[in-house]
């Protein structure tokens, strides 16, 4: 069975300086992930997503995440935090073994941004 | 491009009340799917539509029906609400297998 765990439910951190978000899966299969970002009273909108191309993935909003098969993680990373970044943000997993997209989410980690 | 339009935004019901909620996607996608997010447990299938004709349950379909009426437009409905149905639901569409999720902005509903 696929699974996703996010290693933080808060993260903080000051503008300016890098945000690491951790994620590991557990996958029978070649997975395919994604990133999405929520912000308060919205809904959920796509970062980035790896589907076994390129290992390093470059998404919106200067985040990227890197595909580690050895050690089944899959980080998002930014060089710079903006105040705009304050959200919530899900590691997905996606199996599509059963015809459909089926997605498997994450707890979610918040991150706060201070000045 | 509205994308995945929910509504209400907002609902409060008293328990046992019933209450139907629409989604609607404007991007030709096949499959449309329903969650719920509740605090600290991210969000979890109530239902999906692979396809216009079909519907099946997710991991939590206790307590909700669905209907896909055509192509676009893929409602829930809960035919006496609880109290442990108050939360926020999503509606997504997908085009094909693996294809990213779009995402509506979600109706909070309160069941008292």
């Known amino acids: 069975a696929q699974s996703v765990t996010q290693l933080d439910s808060h993260v903080s951190v000051s503008e300016g300086t890098p945000v690491l978000l951790r994620c590991n899966y557990s996958s029978s299969y070649s997975p395919s992930l994604f990133w999405y970002v929520q912000h308060p009273n919205k809904g959920l909108q796509l970062l980035l997503k790896y589907t076994s191309a390129a290992t390093l993935v470059k998404g919106i909003n200067g985040f990227e995440a890197e595909f580690k098969k050895s050690e089944t993680s899959f980080h998002l990373t930014k060089p710079s935090a903006h105040m705009s970044d304050a959200a919530e943000y899900f590691c997905v997993v996606s199996d599509g073994s059963g015809g459909y997209n089926k997605l498997i989410f994450g707890a979610g980690t918040r991150l706060a941004v201070h000045p | 491009n509205a994308g995945v339009t929910q509504t209400p935004k907002f609902q409060v019901l008293k328990t046992g009340q019933s209450m139907t909620l629409q989604c609607a996607q404007d991007?030709?996608?096949?499959?449309m799917y329903w969650y719920r997010q509740d605090p600290g447990m991210g969000l979890r299938l109530i239902y999906y539509s692979a396809s216009e004709g079909t519907t099946d349950k997710g991991e939590v379909p206790n307590g909700y029906n669905v209907s896909r009426l055509n192509k676009r437009e893929f409602s829930l409905r809960l035919e006496s609400a609880a109290p442990s149905q108050t939360s926020v639901y999503f509606c997504?569409?997908?085009?094909?297998?693996?294809?990213?999720?779009?995402f509506g902005d979600g109706t909070r509903l309160s069941i008292l």
């Open positions: 997504a569409s997908s085009g094909t297998q693996n294809q990213p999720q779009h």
């Open positions: 991007m030709n996608h096949n499959s």
